[in-house]
């Protein structure tokens, strides 16, 4: 076994050398290859791994695109154009909660990626983990890296908390002991796939996140946020995510302070957004839209951003959707995040008679999801609502929405007491930051200390599907995700339990 592992090591040399040495400036165009045998012997090829941000600024997870209640799908649409669903894929069996088929249908982007242009999740924490076992073995300065293990640390940290929150269930007292995650730890093929309990996962991601947080990286350098790298601000913000995910209202406060007092920069609706017919069809859509999904340019340029993930869904069923319910919160009239972001006029594109917006922020298919500014300034309004101080809770929350509303006396909200400024918060969190926080907001919510903040239920209305067919010509059923329903732990894709070899268990429901 020593030898295998030994091996092995020096096969993840070889492929970390391909990874680099087919580089183009200081981008990475190929992936690796074993037939090379060029050494990695210095930093800056260490460093070439982790500045391929479209390995990692991607995450293509269903869970956290339609399985809540952000995302509705009427089925009158469905009626006026069946072509959005041909069939029932994955996005439809998300949607639906269906995870007996789901977790047979083909194989899972998020998880483990596609093998050409999207990284999944595993993929990118096996990038992290090439780094972290070079380091000892290439030339370098005692600050660079300590700058790449901070860094590596963080997307092995940030990585393992999005697949925990999607494949397994919320983590209380309760549920300490139920599975959690294979955890990746080394480059290794033989590494065990069985799954750690929820406990451990969530010990080692902690583990990993304070190591992340002795990053000495600034995300302003020469003037420019440089959010495409970890950087302290970025950590930060990942932090107080994580510890408001964890009830942990006193720490969440903490990292979200943190990051406002090194950058607390908030666009303005009012003078620095807009919309143009981007596509020429007389649809109008905000200027931070490109039809081009390989275009980076107006997502590096969003100033809110501290460190860059995106929220994707591909193909013609991959649009995001608005349920009513989350149309009903917003105020039409005055509120600039409904005028620039839900876009009327996209079904005309789809040959479609029944009129249904689109909610559109960088593109169709991609919307922000890494920690920003505007996240920071609600974590902490929450926070302080939680711990009592509910006047500078809204005086901070009011703060945010005088970026994003019409000027006039509707921006300012109003409460009397904390439970009343923690509603005002909650539906604030889904104006903001709709579809890519929700199944994670869902989720901490119904099990936290306080009951006034659980969602009894989800439920859709649509037909009955099978593993191959919708049956349309039959009456509508109701599915209903429960409060308490194991369902908030997504199926593991069964060609990855095969491929463990009977290590790795699949979620029970």
């Not at 999904?293 to 608005?322: C, H, N, Q």
């Not at 298919?365 to 920071?376: I, L, N, R, W």
Request: net charge negative; glycine share 4%.
């Amino acid at each position: 076994m020593k030898k295998v592992t030994e091996l092995l090591k020096k096969v993840t040399l070889i492929v970390c050398g391909i990874l680099l040495f087919t580089a183009c400036d200081d981008y990475l165009d190929e992936l690796p290859s074993k037939s090379s045998r060029l050494p990695v012997t210095k930093i800056e090829q260490l460093d070439a791994i982790l500045a391929k941000y479209q390995d990692f600024c991607i995450e293509a997870n269903k869970a956290a695109f339609c399985g809540h209640d952000d995302f509705g799908f009427p089925i009158a649409l469905y009626d006026a154009q069946p072509m959005f669903f041909p069939g029932p894929n994955q996005i439809l069996q998300s949607y639906l909660w269906d995870f007996e088929n789901l977790e047979k249908a083909g194989s899972d982007v998020f998880w483990g990626g596609n093998g050409y242009n999207q990284a999944g999740e595993y993929s990118k924490i096996f990038r992290a983990n090439m780094v972290l076992a070079g380091l000892d073995n290439v030339e370098g300065s005692r600050e660079d890296k300590a700058r790449l293990k901070a860094e590596a640390h963080f997307i092995r940290a940030y990585s393992h908390w999005n697949l925990v929150n999607t494949y397994c269930l919320p983590y209380t007292e309760a549920t300490k002991a139920e599975p959690g995650l294979p955890l990746k730890k080394f480059t290794s093929f033989e590494e065990s796939a069985a799954r750690a309990t929820l406990e451990d996962t969530y010990k080692f991601i902690e583990s990993d996140l304070q190591e992340a947080l002795k990053c000495q990286t600034a995300l302003v350098q020469a003037g420019k946020p440089k959010h495409w790298r970890a950087n302290t601000a970025g950590i930060n913000g990942f932090a107080a995510r994580y510890y408001l995910n964890r009830n942990d209202y006193v720490n969440a406060l903490k990292y979200a302070d943190n990051v406002l007092s090194e950058y607390n920069t908030l666009v303005d609706y009012n003078t620095e957004m807009g919309e143009e017919d981007a596509m020429g069809f007389g649809i109008y859509f905000p200027t931070t839209f490109d039809w081009d999904t390989d275009v980076y340019t107006k997502r590096i340029e969003w100033k809110e951003t501290l460190y860059m993930r995106y929220l994707y869904a591909s193909s013609v069923d991959g649009l995001y959707f608005p349920s009513q319910d989350l149309q009903d919160l917003y105020d039409k009239e005055h509120d600039l995040r409904y005028k620039y972001h839900f876009v009327e006029g996209v079904m005309d594109m789809y040959r479609c008679d029944y009129s249904y917006p689109v909610y559109v922020f960088f593109s169709m298919t991609h919307m922000p999801s890494g920690p920003s500014t505007a996240e920071m300034y609600l974590i902490k309004a929450e926070c302080l609502a939680r711990q009592g101080d509910y006047m500078l809770a809204m005086e901070t929350l009011n703060t945010l929405r005088a970026k994003r509303m019409l000027p006039g006396e509707w921006v300012k909200l109003q409460a009397n007491n904390p439970a009343e400024a923690i509603r005002h918060i909650l539906e604030e969190r889904r104006r903001e930051m709709p579809f890519a926080q929700r199944w994670f907001d869902l989720r901490r919510l119904n099990n936290n200390e306080d009951p006034n903040d659980d969602v009894e239920a989800v439920s859709r209305t649509f037909y009955r599907v099978s593993s191959t067919a919708i049956y349309s010509k039959e009456a509508p059923v109701t599915y209903t995700l429960e409060k308490n329903s194991r369902k908030y732990a997504f199926p593991i894709n069964q060609n990855e339990i095969e491929v463990s070899n009977g290590e790795m268990k699949q979620n029970t429901y």
